[in-house]
């Protein structure tokens, strides 16, 4: 399905050790070839691309971050990993900026070759210090229907209520009718720490983002506020606290595909 979405469910976070502490909140995602953004933003009236509406995708706000175009950032990455897409599509899946503001704590990118097969997930995480990293992992060949199975080290500071150590495994559905995202962070090889993003798919129209609009005029607002509300109910529960760290020095980390996921997401 490459015509662009509205994705409208809900994410939930589940704290598993020391203690449970889980979360639950409704948002909305975009899900857009990135070659398409300039055409979207002539077509729709509540959307535009690098400039101020109610609902906006700014190219700073991805990729380099440097507001330079995102498909060579993009390619480039992938040529790391000696990927070619041949042109294929890259499409992105994000939250909006709503009123000039956005918070992504993970941005996804899909990544097809010209032949339409998926060769590769770029995993683009920040944090609440303004910290940014990117995992790029090659896709393997899930069969008809079923999930994509990653995984990876963990190399980048994101809660100061979670070490800088652990493992990664994603499960990941190619966006359909239905959006489903799962992530399992274990630290010593046990379930620290379960995430989720699920939705339905909807055609990216005025119409769907005026309602949208309509039941969080603040989405993009209410995301950074409900983690730092979290962060506060965990540190009143005890939690460790971890000193932020440097960022990586490179700001995408290329993974071997060999990468073993953790056994515990299959």
């Given at each position: ?111 097809y070759h010209r032949d ?43 809660s100061p209520f979670l ?7 994603f499960r990941v559905h ?93």
């Amino acid at each position: 399905m490459t015509t662009p979405a509205l994705y409208t469910g809900g994410i939930m976070h589940n704290r598993l050790r020391p203690f449970r502490h889980r979360f639950t909140a409704r948002v909305a995602s975009l899900y857009v070839d990135i070659d398409d953004l300039p055409a979207l933003s002539r077509r729709l009236w509540l959307f535009s691309h690098n400039r101020f509406n109610v609902f906006s995708v700014h190219d700073r706000d991805h990729g380099p971050r440097d507001g330079g175009p995102l498909r060579p950032w993009a390619e480039a990455q992938l040529a790391r990993a000696g990927i070619d897409l041949d042109g294929g599509s890259i499409r992105l899946l994000c939250f909006p900026r709503m009123w000039g503001y956005v918070f992504n704590p993970l941005s996804v990118w899909f990544c097809y070759h010209r032949d339409g097969g998926l060769r590769a997930v770029l995993y683009a995480v920040a944090n609440t210090f303004g910290d940014h990293h990117t995992y790029l992992i090659p896709a393997g060949e899930p069969a008809p229907g079923e999930p994509l199975r990653q995984g990876c080290a963990k190399r980048f500071h994101v809660s100061p209520f979670l070490p800088l150590a652990g493992h990664y495994a994603f499960r990941v559905h190619e966006p359909g009718e239905r959006l489903r995202l799962a992530i399992r962070y274990a630290v010593d090889g046990e379930d620290t720490l379960v995430a989720t993003q699920t939705g339905r798919r909807r055609p990216l129209t005025d119409g769907a983002l005026l309602g949208v609009l309509a039941r969080t005029p603040a989405m993009t607002a209410k995301v950074m506020a409900a983690i730092h509300w979290q962060a506060l109910h965990i540190w009143r529960k005890g939690a460790s606290f971890h000193r932020r760290p440097a960022p990586p020095s490179e700001p995408v980390s290329v993974i071997d595909p060999g990468t073993p996921c953790d056994e515990a997401s299959r």
